[in-house]
């Protein structure tokens, strides 16, 4: 099986996967924010999206369109500034209507599996720095002259996914113990609508500023 690394690059990049997984960045705060807002499934449902986006980032670097985003100055614009203004759009959400994070509101309001998956997807997808990361951080782990590159780039982006899967569901089932203490203290609740604003905007700021170079 060509595509599949040697075992000490395997367990270096487990390592940094791992390392990395426990990094907060939006991707986390989101699926915090549902697990309080509406329980583990939705938050799960927004996890499969962030993994599906993490595939899609995964095959644009393996197959070089990455690099062709960020070689262009006006793709790279309109990438980052549509993935500041989402991330912003969520922020403005959890002020303008308090409850978004609240378990008693949004209980009567779920969203649907598919608006969770697609929130995550979008979140995810539309972080430059996430297609940075990736452009520098998978081929640390590959040969240039591998000819299964390409291979072993989708097979090290894949596991990424099975790396980070364990710490999201840890985090997603632990915000989700704390619905009911917080359904019964409605200004911690507020306050964590401002925060969880306060962080996504934070975010916004630093992806809108992200230099392709």
Known sequence: MDFLPSLATLLAFTAAGLLLALTPGPDMTLSISRALAQGRRPALFVVLGTSLGVVCHTLLVAFGISALITASPTAFFILKTGGAAYLLWLAIQAIRFGSSFSVEKMERTKSSALANISTGFWVNILNPKVIIFFMTFLPQFVTAGDPAVTEKLI????????????VNLIVVLAADGLAGWLQANPKVLRGIDYTFAGVFSIFAAKIFFTQAR
């Open 155 to 166: 097979f090290l982006g894949f596991y990424f996914i099975v790396i980070g899967m364990p």
